[in-house]
C-alpha cells in the first residue's frame, strides 16, 4: 500500500520560507516522478512542481519558477519542497503525490496517490 505523509507547512510572513517534506512508502521515490500540488482556498488544485524519477529531471509552476525548488532524498524515500521568498498568494493547501508515470505531468489526473495536504499560510 502506497502512502504519502506532508508535513512542514505553517504560519509565516511574507519574505520568509518554509521547507515542505513528502515521506513515501510502499514505493521508492526513485521509481516514479513525485509532484507537488496547491490548492488555494476556493481555487482548484495547481500544479506547483514536480520530479522525475532520474530526479534529473524538475518541472516548476510559473508563479514559484526561481523561489521553489524540489529535491528528493533517496536514502529517506522523502521528497522536499523548499519555498523561499514567500508571497501571500501562495497560501494554499500544498500536497504531495505520485503516479504511474516515471516523467513530470502537469495534470492532477495523471498522479494516483496523494497525501493529506499541509496548510501553508502567509501574512502580508
Known amino acids: 500500500q502506497v502512502k504519502l505523509v506532508d508535513a512542514g507547512g505553517g504560519l509565516v510572513q511574507a519574505g520568509e520560507s518554509l521547507r515542505l517534506s513528502c515521506v513515501v512508502s510502499?514505493?521508492?521515490?526513485?521509481?516514479?516522478?513525485m509532484g507537488w500540488f496547491r490548492q488555494p482556498p476556493g481555487k482548484e488544485r495547481e500544479f506547483v512542481a514536480g520530479i522525475s524519477y532520474t530526479g534529473r529531471n524538475t518541472d516548476y509552476g510559473d508563479s514559484v519558477k526561481g523561489r521553489f525548488a524540489i529535491s528528493r532524498d533517496d536514502a529517506k524515500n522523502t521528497v522536499y519542497l523548499q519555498m523561499n521568498n514567500l508571497k501571500p498568494e501562495d497560501t494554499a493547501v500544498y500536497y504531495c503525490a505520485t503516479g504511474p508515470y516515471s516523467s513530470v505531468r502537469r495534470w492532477s489526473g495523471a498522479y494516483t496517490y496523494w497525501g493529506q495536504g499541509t496548510q501553508v499560510t502567509v501574512s502580508s
Open positions: 510502499g514505493r521508492t521515490v526513485s521509481s516514479y516522478a
